[in-house]
Every structure is written in C-alpha cells, then in structure tokens.
Antibody
Framework: QVQLQQWGAGLLRPSETLSLTCGVY????????WTWIRQPPGKGLEWIGE???????NHNPSLKSRVTLSVDASQNQFSLKLSSVTAADTAVYYC????????????????WGQGTLVTVSS | DIQMTQSPSSLSASVGDRVTITCRAS??????LNWYEQKPGKAPKILIV???SLQSGVPSRFSGSGSGTDFTLTISSLQPEDFATFYC?????????FGGGTKVEIK
C-alpha cells in the first residue's frame, strides 16, 4: 500500500519561495502521476500540477509562471517550488497520486500525503 | 477552464436521513466526475470515480449518478461518520478542477 510523506517549511515571508517535497513509499514510482493540490483555510481544493517519473509535467495555468515541479526518481521523491509567494498562497498543500495523467481519462487521487500548512505572513 | 458548482454549500441532516448533493459542470464532461469526502484536518478520501463507480471499501450507502453536466452524490441513510465535507472533481480536461464543497452537518 502506497504511503506519501511530505515535508517543507511552514512559514514564509511575502516574496519568498515555497518549497515542499513528497516521498513515496511502498509503490512503484514509475507508471503513476504525482500531483500537488492546495486548500486555503476554510476553502476548497485547487489542483496545482503533476509530474511523472520522467519529469514530464502538467500545470494549472493560474499558477504556471510561479510553479516548478521536479522529481528525483532515484529517491522516489517529487517536489514543488512556488516563487514570489503572497498571503493568497497561504494554504494546506497536499501531495497525491493519480494513476493516469490529467485530462487523459478518469484521473482521480487515490492516495494523499498528510498535508502541510504553509502560512505566508510578514 | 471548467467550473464546477456544488449545491448546497452546506446542509443539516439527521442520522438515517437520505442526503443528495449536486454538482454541475460548466461544460460537458461526459462521466469524468469523481467524489471525495474530507473530514476536518484530514486529506480528502476518494469515494466514487467515473460518476458512479464506488471505490473499494466505500460503504454501499454512497452512490453517484449523472453524466454530461449534472451529477449527484447520494447517501441513502446518513451515518454519524458521514458528517464531513464532500467535493466533486472533474477529470475531463486539464486543469483539473473541484467543486466548492458541501458541508454535511448534524441537525
């Protein structure tokens, strides 16, 4: 059974870069799509983007210019960087697994990390 | 981008009640619609995929229906552990998008 464990800084100042990493345990890293989703406090879910083991990515255009997704397949890890953060980026950030890429059939998230609350405040 | 609209945004119900939540897509998404349950402080959990396919381990009191632009999630007999927030998600086209959520509270 796959487990996702995520980590990264939880408090940032405006204009800094958010950096989170998600480790994948108990499952093949290849053949899946590794996703970041965020949820502002008390609000709904927003898809940030996905990456596969080869480094092929798909992003939400609303964030694309600030998002960098990367993968270290040798360590079964993938990472999110979000540059120039503002208070609007305050959210719980989740990593998750999908079996198919976004927009290619029924893409859903069957395993999730525990979530990391990232707060942006001066 | 496809907008997903859920209604109601919240509801109060009693144990044993039948509960129906609706989700509307801004364009035809065929049956590419998934439902999640989220409890406070926890990650969402997948309940139903492809509009009506119950995930393994999910109680049979949950069901989903619909296609095109209009979808429903039904809980046939609400149980104490079902008080949560429910989200729909379209997977027809990127960027993937979620509904705003429906919070089910105890009456």
């Amino acid at each position: 059974q796959v487990q996702l464990q995520q980590w990264g800084a939880g408090l940032l100042r405006p204009s800094e870069t958010l950096s989170l990493t998600c480790g994948v345990y108990g499952d093949s890293f290849s053949g899946n799509f590794w996703t970041w989703i965020r949820q502002p406090p008390g609000k709904g879910l927003e898809w940030i983007g996905e990456i596969n083991h080869r480094g092929s990515t798909n992003h939400n255009p609303s964030l694309k210019s600030r998002v960098t997704l990367s993968v270290d397949a040798s360590q079964n890890q993938f990472s999110l960087k979000l540059s120039s953060v503002t208070a609007a980026d305050t959210a719980v950030y989740y990593c998750a697994r999908s079996l198919v890429p976004a927009g290619r059939g029924n893409n859903y998230f069957d395993s999730w990390g525990q979530g990391t609350l990232v707060t942006v405040s001066s | 981008d496809i907008q997903m609209t859920q209604s109601p945004s919240s509801l109060s119900a009693s144990v044993g009640d039948r509960v129906t939540i609706t989700c509307r897509a801004s364009q035809n998404i065929r049956s590419y619609l998934n439902w999640y349950e989220q409890k406070p402080g926890k990650a969402p959990k997948i309940l139903i995929v492809a509009a009506s396919s119950l995930q393994s381990g999910v109680p049979s009191r949950f069901s989903g229906s619909g296609s095109g632009t209009d979808f429903t999630l039904t809980i046939s007999s609400l149980q104490p552990e079902d008080f949560a927030t429910f989200y729909c998600q379209q997977s027809y086209i990127a960027p993937l998008s979620f509904g705003g959520g429906t919070k089910v509270e105890i009456k």
